[in-house]
């Protein structure tokens, strides 16, 4: 699958997402700082989920009507990196048809899917 990590998301999930064979973007390492909606086109621009700690995409997606190939909402505070990688590489891999055209919020014990459009 093709990912877009946001840059609040951190290294070693993105490197956990290359082992897992996914191709992963990753904004730290190419436009720090660029706004929400330039991070949202991105993703959509190379089919990429979106994958954020950043809960003002659910206002693009859904308040303002921005389109997005998917958004994965990773909601693991507290948790160790480790753990936070553990449970989304599980996730990635037991929902990937699910998450096209998706708004998704990962948290430690569940996942809430919701269709986009």
């Not at 048809?97 to 998704?104: K, R, V, Y």
């Amino acid at each position: 699958m093709k990912f877009l990590a946001d840059e609040n998301m951190d290294v070693a999930i993105v490197e956990r997402l290359r082992q897992d064979g996914h191709q992963v973007w990753y904004v730290a390492e190419m436009e720090p700082g660029i706004p929400d909606d330039e991070v949202l086109a991105l993703a959509n621009r190379e089919g990429a989920i979106l994958i954020t700690a950043d809960k003002d995409f659910g206002e693009l997606v859904f308040r303002l009507r921005y389109l997005a190939t998917g958004i994965i909402l990773i909601r693991l505070a507290g948790l160790s990196i480790s753990a936070k990688c553990d449970i989304i590489s599980i996730t990635i891999q037991e929902h990937e048809s699910e998450l096209f055209s998706a708004f998704a919020v990962l948290a430690p014990t569940s996942i809430r899917i919701r269709k986009l459009g």
